[in-house]
């Protein structure tokens, strides 16, 4: 019968190898909590913010949907980051310093959550924050499908990432950014839909006559 080894009754930290063999037994237990703590700071395990979640989006604008979500996951969350992306692609109404601009206004009373914005994959940006999680709504079966196909690559180029999908509270689920920019520059009211601060800044981009301004209260 081959003799297997006993499992050893110590603490791990007392069972440290060579070449800690010199130390004593206090010494050796700061050097494993050490090394523990490092390893799970690489592994996101450890974050001096507490539990983090990742909101991303092109917020163009910012509406009370996007709101909805990250006041819900404040529930969740210790903090929230408010990660506005630089998106080559889209043509933006508003230029990221002025998304950025108007959401440190509408949360500024709201320390725990941090605004801020990033270019490239959103993997990179995530790895520098030390967040583990992505925060999306879903308004619909239809958003499913593309950011379920989106939670699946970023899992797959970060292994200890993970996507929180919530749900749209029902007041907001027809909304989108998309849409509000669309009403607006029709000349439509977004009342209700958006922050009155977005509101003005729509009513700016889109230079309506005064008497439109009026009618749809959007007069100063």
């Given at each position: 019968?081959?003799?297997?080894?006993?499992?050893?009754?110590?603490?791990e930290w007392?069972?440290?190898?060579?070449?800690?063999?010199?130390?004593?037994?206090?010494?050796?237990?700061?050097?494993?909590?050490?090394?523990?703590?490092?390893?799970?700071?690489?592994?996101?395990?450890?974050?001096?913010?507490?539990?983090?979640?990742?909101?991303?989006?092109?917020?163009?604008?910012?509406?009370?949907?996007?709101?909805?979500?990250?006041?819900?996951?404040?529930?969740?969350?210790?903090?929230?980051?408010?990660?506005?992306?630089?998106?080559?692609?889209?043509?933006?109404?508003?230029?990221?310093?002025?998304?950025?601009?108007?959401?440190?206004?509408?949360?500024?009373?709201?320390?725990?959550?941090?605004?801020?914005s990033f270019?490239?994959?959103?993997?990179?940006?995530?790895?520098?924050?030390?967040?583990?999680?992505?925060?999306?709504?879903?308004?619909?079966?239809?958003?499913?499908?593309?950011?379920?196909?989106?939670?699946?690559?970023?899992?797959?180029?970060?292994?200890?990432?993970?996507?929180?999908?919530?749900?749209?509270?029902?007041?907001?689920?027809?909304?989108?950014?998309?849409?509000?920019?669309?009403?607006?520059?029709?000349g439509g009211?977004?009342?209700?839909?958006?922050?009155?601060?977005?509101?003005?800044?729509?009513?700016?981009?889109?230079?309506?006559?005064?008497?439109?301004?009026?009618?749809?209260?959007?007069?100063?």
């Amino acid at each position: 019968m081959p003799k297997f080894r006993e499992r050893s009754t110590q603490p791990e930290w007392q069972c440290i190898p060579h070449p800690f063999t010199g130390y004593t037994a206090e010494e050796r237990l700061i050097i494993y909590n050490g090394v523990n703590e490092m390893g799970k700071r690489m592994k996101g395990e450890i974050n001096e913010m507490g539990k983090v979640a990742i909101y991303p989006g092109s917020f163009d604008p910012l509406t009370y949907g996007h709101i909805d979500i990250v006041e819900r996951a404040l529930d969740i969350f210790d903090n929230v980051i408010l990660a506005i992306a630089h998106d080559a692609e889209k043509k933006s109404l508003f230029t990221v310093e002025e998304r950025i601009k108007m959401a440190e206004s509408i949360f500024k009373d709201t320390p725990r959550v941090i605004v801020d914005s990033f270019k490239g994959l959103l993997v990179n940006y995530v790895e520098k924050t030390n967040a583990r999680v992505l925060l999306r709504g879903l308004r619909a079966t239809s958003d499913f499908e593309y950011e379920f196909h989106m939670a699946s690559m970023n899992r797959s180029l970060s292994p200890y990432l993970d996507t929180l999908f919530m749900m749209t509270s029902k007041d907001y689920f027809f909304v989108s950014s998309r849409t509000i920019k669309e009403v607006a520059r029709l000349g439509g009211t977004v009342e209700g839909l958006v922050p009155d601060l977005v509101a003005r800044r729509l009513k700016e981009k889109f230079k309506l006559p005064v008497g439109k301004k009026r009618l749809i209260g959007w007069e100063d």
